[in-house]
């Protein structure tokens, strides 16, 4: 079974960036279809980003189009997500989620059947 570890959360100021990173262990990712999601609090878990099994394809949610960045790395095992431009608005916590390769990319989180602990990203004006 693959369990995934979040890193490079933090407090940034507004226009700032920061570069999340999920690692995986148990399992090799090359299977697998990768996601980012955030939840403020209050909220309900929100689509951030996806990319399919080899990194070839992405799709992003409006709201962060042409700030944020996910990209794979197979070797590594790892999944990232570079934020830049952060606006208050981007504070939550982020979770990277992971599920079976398919032939499209999914906004929904119910087709992710495996999750990380979450990071947080706090961001002040």
């Known amino acids: 079974q693959v369990q995934l570890v979040e890193s490079g959360g933090g407090l940034v100021q507004a226009g700032g960036s920061l570069r999340l990173s999920c690692t995986a262990s148990g399992r090799t990712l090359n299977n697998y279809r990768m996601g980012w999601f955030r939840q403020a609090p209050g909220q309900g878990r929100e689509f951030v980003a996806t990319?399919?099994?080899?990194?070839?394809?992405?799709l992003y949610a409006d709201s962060v189009k042409g700030r944020f960045t996910i990209s794979k790395d197979n070797v590594k095992n790892s999944v990232y997500l570079q934020m830049n431009s952060l606006k208050p608005e981007d504070t939550a916590v982020y979770y990277c989620a992971a599920g079976p390769a398919a032939y499209r990319l999914y906004r929904s989180a119910t087709s992710y059947d495996i999750w990380g602990q979450g990071t947080q990203v706090t961001v002040s004006s």
């Open positions: 990319i399919n099994f080899s990194g070839s394809s992405t």
